[in-house]
């Protein structure tokens, strides 16, 4: 059984740095495309970056194209998304994904086959 498990969030002022890392165990990385949503109390998981299965194709948000990069590491199993100058809007929980099947768009809430646990994201002064 395939599980996720991500790690790196907390609280940062706004313009701060952080990096989310989501570690993959039970499977290999490299069958999986991968991807970090957020959610915000009251909302669904919306899908803020995605990566394909050998890094070739990625994808990001509106919201955060620009201040945050995606990657992975598939001989170590891992994901990463580096995010700089966050802003207050980018508070959420961060959830790690996974599929099967599929690339790095038309990637919602109910299409993936894995999630995490989920790590809080505080932006605030």
């Known amino acids: 059984q395939v599980q996720l498990e991500e790690s790196g969030g907390g609280w940062v002022q706004p313009g701060g740095s952080l990096r989310l890392s989501c570690a993959l165990s039970g499977g290999t990385a490299s069958s999986y495309a991968m991807a970090w949503f957020r959610r915000t109390p009251g909302q669904v998981r919306r899908l803020v970056a995605a990566i394909s299965r050998s890094s070739i194709y990625t994808f990001y948000d509106d919201s955060v194209k620009g201040r945050s990069t995606i990657s992975r590491d598939n001989l170590r199993n891992t994901m990463a998304l580096q995010m700089d100058n966050l802003k207050s809007e980018d508070t959420a929980v961060y959830y790690c994904?996974?599929?099967?099947?599929?690339?790095?768009?038309?990637?919602?809430?109910?299409?993936?086959?894995?999630w995490g646990q989920g790590t809080q994201v505080t932006v605030s002064s």
């Open positions: 994904a996974a599929r099967l099947n599929g690339g790095v768009v038309s990637w919602g809430e109910y299409s993936s086959d894995y």
